[in-house]
């Protein structure tokens, strides 16, 4: 489940700026500014939308917490988001942004929004990474869904396609996993999820096994 292919898919940066366009009042959800959090997040009561603070040091947007958004998961779980990412600008396929400075220690959870193409890491709520990824397509899509972290190896290889899969995290028993890629334009996976390399390492530091990931199929938000 590691080897790429070539498949087309939508640009993330088409897919980036309509939801730009479409709003930006809760700017930076899932570490990108540009995307709109309002189609994304529900407020934790039926008032407005909330108002994020300004963003703080280190780059980052804080909520009242009175009005802490809240993120649905496939399950029905939903998780409460204390603050985000604010990048600032469209990122491009391979790159990925990583800032836990001053967020304390606490549960990790991994958001994967497959229509969006971008991996979000959570920590104690607070948003600490997020990256474009690649994802299975055609006969091999990812599947959505709610999966506890089944298995780590830093140094992975599979032996179905005989690749590498450095920084695994399996998620489901036939090996649908989170590691490293050489994350490009027109390119997927025959279902894992695969991400810049220096982002997998750091996400492999800081996942273990039983941490949740939700993976948000196509036109689901």
């Known amino acids: 489940m590691a080897r790429v292919y070539l498949v087309r898919m939508e640009d993330p940066r088409r897919v980036r700026r309509r939801r730009w366009r479409a709003g930006a009042a809760l700017a930076g959800l899932l570490g990108a500014v540009w995307l709109v959090a309002a189609a994304m997040l529900a407020p934790s009561a039926p008032v407005a939308l909330p108002v994020a603070a300004a963003p703080a040091a ?8 009175a009005h802490l958004p809240v993120l649905d998961l496939p399950d029905g779980e939903r998780r409460q988001v204390r603050s985000l990412l604010d990048i600032g600008r469209p990122m491009q396929f391979g790159e990925f942004v990583w800032n836990e400075a001053g967020v304390p220690a606490g549960p ?6 497959l229509g969006l193409q971008v991996l979000s890491v959570f920590r104690a709520g607070h948003e600490i990474g997020s990256a474009v990824i690649l994802y299975g397509a055609d006969a091999k899509p990812t599947p959505p869904g ?14 179905l396609y005989d690749a590498p899969m450095p920084y695994m995290l399996r998620l489901t028993p036939d090996g649908v996993a989170i590691h490293a890629s050489d994350v490009r334009a ?8 695969g991400v810049p390399p220096e982002f997998a390492r750091r996400l492999f530091d800081q996942a273990r096994r039983g941490d949740r990931v939700a993976i948000i199929g196509h036109g689901r938000r």
Request: proline share 8%.
């Open 58 to 65: 280190h780059g980052r947007i804080s909520y009242p917490p």
């Open 108 to 113: 990790v959870w991994i958001r994967v929004d």
């Open 146 to 159: 709610v999966y506890p972290i089944l298995a780590r190896a830093r140094h992975h290889r599979s032996t």
């Open 186 to 193: 027109a390119a997927a996976t025959h279902g894992c999820i």
